[in-house]
């Protein structure tokens, strides 16, 4: 089953908005929380990380929230820019033994227009 | 600094014949991952390397992909008797052996499989 569900799939927003994402889990294990950022022919690369002791993490237009309760994380991203269309994926991460394993959610694609 | 370096950036093959990807990770990291992304779609967790410990491989499709890691470095996924489905992204990723750090990744491999 997928450990981490992210939506929406698609999100189309206009330049100077306010892009959000969610991702939800289930597995209290996790222990770390990163987003990555994908552009077309390339590697996802982190974008922001955070870990559930922290409910707010701000890094210029990037927030991540954090609802440990609820288990849920979303990424906003402030006055969104043309150069933000990307995809982006959630992750989470939970340590055992040394091995860190991550779960990638399926991904969103954002396009902001101009 | 150098980043995760992986060879070839694209790579086209006929059915049933094998293939060979590499991944050279950053220097001093010792966990490696690799993971499959289709086209469109989230990234599947294939296996996974952590310093001298056996590698988790539960991710791997089928007994037709394996992966070894020498000398605790350079990775190479094999692909054998390869299938038209086999045809995605293959992409890499390193990290450093302490909690919370988190991967980085090469730009992949784009297999296809005619």
């Known amino acids: 089953q997928q450990q981490v569900k992210q939506s929406p799939q698609s999100l189309i927003v206009q330049k100077g908005g306010i892009s959000i994402i969610n991702c939800a889990y289930e597995?209290?294990?996790?222990?770390?929380f990163p987003w990555y950022q994908q552009f077309p022919g390339k590697g996802p690369a982190l974008l922001i990380a955070?870990?559930?002791?922290?409910s707010e993490k701000k890094e210029g237009r990037f927030t991540i929230s954090f609802n440990k309760s609820a288990k849920q994380f979303s990424l906003h991203i402030m006055d969104s820019q043309p150069g933000d269309s990307a995809t982006y994926f959630c992750?989470?991460?939970?340590?055992?033994?040394?091995?860190?394993?991550?779960?990638f959610g399926s991904g969103t694609k954002l396009n902001v227009k101009p | 600094g150098a980043g995760v370096s992986q060879s070839p950036s694209n790579k086209v093959t006929e059915k049933g014949k094998d293939v060979e990807l590499r991944c050279d990770p950053i220097?001093?990291?010792?966990?490696l991952y690799w993971y499959r992304q289709s086209l469109g779609q989230g990234l599947e967790f294939l296996i996974y390397?952590?310093?001298?410990?056996?590698?988790?491989k539960s991710g791997l499709p089928s007994d037709r992909f394996s992966a070894e890691r020498t000398g605790g470095s350079v990775s190479t996924l094999t692909i054998q008797r390869t299938q038209q489905e086999d045809s995605a992204v293959y992409l890499c990723?390193?990290?450093?052996?302490?909690?919370?750090?988190?991967?980085?990744f090469g730009d992949g491999t784009r297999l296809s499989i005619l």
């Open positions: 990723a390193s990290s450093r052996d302490r909690p919370n750090q988190p991967q980085h």
């Open positions: 597995n209290t294990a996790f222990d770390y």
């Open positions: 955070i870990r559930p002791d922290v």
């Open positions: 992750a989470a991460k939970v340590g055992l033994n040394n091995f860190n394993k991550f779960y």
């Open positions: 220097s001093g990291h010792t966990a």
């Open positions: 390397f952590q310093g001298n410990s056996a590698p988790d």
